[in-house]
């Protein structure tokens, strides 16, 4: 089964600021989900039992700013 996702790196933004010295920075962006549905799904097991189960159906995605590093 194949489930859709959203994944990758958008175009990045530079910034420069100016404030006593030269500091550039990057803006970096994340492709991100911008919409989904929830859909069921019946899988059958290798001892021949089927189990429903509900997931997040991506449906959409965007470049939106990516979470920071911990």
Known sequence: MQ???C???C???PSVVLRGDLLV????NCCRTRSSVNKRVTLQCSDLTARSFSYQHVTGCDCKA???LP
């Open 3 to 5: 489930v859709p996702m």
């Open 7 to 9: 994944q990758g790196r």
């Open 11 to 13: 175009e990045s933004e």
């Open 25 to 28: 920075t990057q803006k970096n």
């Open 66 to 68: 990516c979470d920071p």
